[in-house]
């Protein structure tokens, strides 16, 4: 092989790689994701240990979603996600600081990360991955909103065995919907969520209700999100002035 065309190939390897993610992510930008890499992986696995694949997912839409999910996973995962451009270099100069004198290393993932991985990437960590994670995470944040990733965050994200997503979450664990979740339900997915294989917000353990405790008061301190717009200040404001009227 010359050569010539050997550059050629790799010209056109890298310019289908760029077409074609560019345009999953704006397809996913209003499509739902009903299938994630990491399903069919753990699928895969189930399989290979001679055990029936457990694939329980259901996307729902953001407002049918409780509004304390996404306060329990900013408050848990992320505080600064509603100001960060996908990268919070505050939280990575502290965990590279701490990695310094910690055994086991922490990492400083956001909320925007974690989606374009779960979404588009493999789990196994690697410097490899993590260059594709950089990539996707950029494109995600220029390509979508910040109620947009959350949206496909909480339908996408592992929240127990062969449970994927909200309403696979609330449905399994609480029985319930993730509509009607609770400030204390969604405060133990949060609580579950670096490890959601190992604990399980239906039977949490002491840490694991302990965890809970601290993102409920996080919760409160945290900004709200999605963040309240002015004008719909102005309309809450305007309906509460018309209601006690009518009571007068």
């Known amino acids: ?9 790799i010209r056109n390897l890298v310019l289908f790689f ?14 739902p994701v009903y299938a994630t890499p990491l399903m069919v992986i753990r699928s895969t696995q189930q399989l290979f240990k001679g055990e029936k694949p457990i694939w329980h997912h ?22 600064r996600f509603a100001t960060h451009n996908g990268f919070d270099f505050i939280e990575i100069k502290k965990a590279l600081k701490e990695n310094e004198t910690r055994k086991r290393k922490r990492g400083a993932s956001t909320i925007s990360q974690q989606t374009a991985k ?18 996707f995470t950029w494109l995600i944040e220029l390509c979508w909103s910040k109620e947009r990733i959350m949206e496909v965050y909480l339908n996408s994200i592992e929240m127990g065995k062969g449970i994927y997503g909200a309403e696979a979450a609330a449905k399994y664990k609480f029985k319930t919907t993730a509509a009607k979740l609770t400030a204390g339900q969604c405060a133990l ?23 809970q ?25 305007e309906k509460k002035k018309t209601e006690k009227k009518k009571k007068k």
């Open 58 to 79: 259901t996307w729902v839409p953001f407002d049918k979603i409780s509004p304390h999910l996404p306060m329990a996973v900013i408050a848990s995962e992320d505080n």
């Open 18 to 31: 760029f077409i074609s993610t560019i345009l999953a992510v704006v397809l996913y930008r209003f499509i």
């Open 213 to 237: 405790s601290q993102i409920l008061r996080l919760m409160k301190l945290v900004p709200k999100f999605p963040p309240v717009e002015k004008k719909d200040i102005k309309k809450q404001k």
């Open 189 to 211: 997915i949060a609580a579950t969520l670096p490890n959601p294989i190992r604990f399980d917000s239906a039977h949490p353990s002491s840490y694991i209700l302990h965890r």
């Open 118 to 135: 779960n979404v588009f990437l493999w789990p196994q960590s690697s410097w490899v991955r993590k260059g594709f994670e950089v990539y």
């Open 1 to 9: 092989m010359s050569i010539k065309k050997a550059l050629r190939i």
